[in-house]
C-alpha cells in the first residue's frame, strides 16, 4: 500500500464548517489520520486555511504566518453575545445617525498597536477550560486584553436599512487579532453596538486565496503541495553537504557556518543533495540546531 504523500494543502474553507471538520475531510481524502491545520477559522468564516498531512504537520508550528488579511462585514446596530451573526441579539441601538466620516475614524483610531479583549465565546483558555465552554455555561469569563497589531482597516462599501447600517471592511493584522473583537469595538466606540455578519480570510502569511483550494475540488482531484516545495517556498533553504545532511537527519547539531552567514528571524530548510528535506534549523548559541527532521 503506497504511504500517503506528505505536503501542505491550502484550503478554502466554506462557511459552517469548524476547522476542525475541514482536518476531518482531508484526513478522509489523504487516506491517514497525520493531518493538522494552523490559524483556526470560526465555523461562520471562510477563506485560507493552512493544512498539513503527514510529515508536512511538523511545519505548521513553524510556518510565518504572523500576518493576515480578511474582508469582512460588519454590522452597526445590534450587538450578540458572541459578536457575530451566529449569537443572539443583546442590544439594539440605531446607527442611522452614524456618518461616514465618523465611521472611518472610528475604524483609524483601531489601527495600530492595540489593546484587545477576546470575545467571550473564544477559544482562549481560562484557568485550564476554553472560555466559549464556560461562555455556554453561563460563567462567562472576564478576559484579560492582549496586544496585537492592526495594520490596516478601511472602510469600504456601507448600505443602509432602517436602523441598521452595515459596513465592508478590509483588515490587514497580526496573529491572534480578532475580527470579531473589532466588530464589536468599533459598534461600542460608535455608540450603536456592532458584530460581524461576514468573514472571509484572504491571506495567511505568504498563503494567499488564489492559492486555496475549495473542497468540492479537492474531492474530485485531491493533491498536497510536495513537502520540499512547501519548505522551499515557506523559508530560507539551503544544501547541506551529504554528511551534515546525515547528522542533522539523525537530530544533530551542526556549526551554525553551514546556515551562511545570513541573518534571519525564522528556520532555514536544509535540503539533502539530492533535493530531499531533511530537516529545519535554527542558530541557537553558535550552533545550527534542528528544530524538526523530517528524514526516515
Keep these: 500500500m503506497t504511504a500517503p504523500a506528505s505536503g501542505l494543502v491550502i484550503v478554502d474553507k466554506p462557511a459552517g464548517l469548524t476547522s476542525h471538520d475541514v482536518v476531518a475531510q482531508i484526513r478522509r481524502l489523504a487516506g491517514t489520520r497525520r493531518v493538522g491545520h494552523a490559524g483556526t477559522l470560526d465555523p461562520?468564516?471562510?477563506?485560507?486555511?493552512?493544512?498539513?498531512?503527514?510529515?508536512?504537520?511538523?511545519?505548521?508550528?513553524?510556518?510565518?504566518?504572523?500576518?493576515?488579511?480578511?474582508?469582512?462585514?460588519?454590522?452597526?446596530?445590534?450587538?450578540?453575545?458572541?459578536?457575530?451573526?451566529?449569537?443572539?441579539?443583546?442590544?439594539?441601538?440605531?446607527?442611522?445617525?452614524i456618518t461616514g466620516e465618523a465611521l472611518a475614524a472610528a475604524a483609524a483610531a483601531l489601527t495600530g498597536e492595540i489593546e484587545q479583549v477576546p470575545p467571550g465565546f473564544s477559544a482562549v483558555k481560562v484557568a485550564g477550560q476554553r472560555a466559549y465552554r464556560l461562555a455556554r455555561a453561563g460563567a462567562a469569563p472576564e478576559l484579560a486584553a492582549r496586544t496585537v497589531t492592526v495594520r490596516s482597516f478601511t472602510v469600504g462599501a456601507v448600505r443602509r436599512e432602517g436602523d441598521l447600517l452595515d459596513a465592508d471592511v478590509a483588515v490587514t493584522c497580526s496573529s491572534g487579532t480578532y475580527i470579531r473583537a473589532l466588530a464589536r469595538d468599533l459598534g461600542a466606540a460608535l455608540g450603536v453596538g456592532g458584530h460581524l455578519t461576514v468573514l472571509r480570510r484572504t491571506r495567511a502569511g505568504p498563503y494567499d486565496i488564489g492559492q486555496a483550494r475549495p473542497l468540492e475540488q479537492l474531492r474530485a482531484s485531491f493533491a498536497v503541495v510536495p513537502l520540499a516545495q512547501a519548505?522551499?517556498?515557506?523559508?530560507?533553504?539551503?544544501?547541506?553537504?551529504?554528511?551534515?545532511?546525515?547528522?542533522?537527519?539523525?537530530?544533530?547539531?551542526?556549526?551554525?557556518?553551514?546556515?551562511?552567514?545570513?541573518?534571519?528571524?525564522?528556520?532555514?530548510?536544509?535540503?539533502?543533495?539530492?533535493?530531499?528535506?531533511v530537516a529545519l534549523l535554527t542558530e541557537e548559541a553558535g550552533q545550527a540546531r534542528p528544530l524538526a527532521v523530517f528524514v526516515p
Design 44 to 97: 461562520m468564516a471562510t477563506g485560507v486555511l493552512v493544512i498539513g498531512v503527514e510529515k508536512a504537520t511538523r511545519l505548521l508550528g513553524h510556518l510565518a504566518l504572523t500576518e493576515k488579511q480578511y474582508t469582512a462585514t460588519i454590522r452597526l446596530g445590534q450587538a450578540t453575545d458572541t459578536d457575530d451573526a451566529d449569537g443572539e441579539i443583546v442590544a439594539e441601538t440605531s446607527a442611522a445617525g
Design 231 to 277: 519548505a522551499r517556498e515557506a523559508f530560507r533553504a539551503l544544501t547541506l553537504t551529504e554528511e551534515d545532511a546525515r547528522l542533522a537527519g539523525h537530530g544533530r547539531r551542526l556549526p551554525a557556518t553551514v546556515l551562511g552567514g545570513v541573518p534571519g528571524s525564522g528556520p532555514v530548510a536544509a535540503f539533502a543533495p539530492d533535493g530531499s528535506l
